[in-house]
């Protein structure tokens, strides 16, 4: 199994990065055939679609830029683990210029050129204390992984998270773990 972890977090060691990693340990408890791939957006330089259309004439997408080895990860995972904080009430700029440059996995009429069968774990992290809070986020990201032919089978919101990661709430945590090593693909 092809894991992809995507962090969207511009914090090194923050929540997000704490929960894929738990996530991670679950699936890597007792399994030997999984390979990770771990990238943190903010590290990345990963522009913006420029809305040119090249990639609908099959030449893929024109810029040369982080994005490029992210294409070819996305097309070998099996699973897509892609985590956020919310931030003004929505995911990073950096997971929003990620989700819109995937409009190269798709050809005009809306035909998507990723491989079928794969796999998504959302992950987001809050402030706000009450999880229902900004439900509509993690709708938005089902329903855009849905768009590719991408299942979530599994999403995590941490509420009342603070800049703290030692902080996360130990039964989300506990859930992240399960998740991981419950997962079969």
Known sequence: MKVLAISCSPRVGGNCDKIIDTILNGILNGKSDVVVDKYKLSTMNINGCKACYSCKKGNGCIQKDDMQLLYGKLNEADLIIFASPIYMGHI?????????????????????????????????????????????????????????????????????TTLKAENINKNVLDHAYRVGEKLVI
């Not at 069968?117 to 402030?127: H, P, R, S």
């Not at 938005?140 to 599994?154: P, Q």
């Open 92 to 160: 990073t700029g950096t997971g929003k210029n990620f989700m819109d440059r995937m409009f190269a996995f798709m050809k005009e009429h809306f035909e998507v050129t990723l491989p079928k069968g794969k796999k998504a774990i959302i992950v987001l992290t809050q402030g706000h204390n009450v999880e229902s809070a900004y439900r509509r986020v993690a709708d938005d990201l089902i329903n855009f992984f849905n768009s590719y032919g991408i299942e979530t089978v599994s999403q995590i919101i941490a509420a009342g």
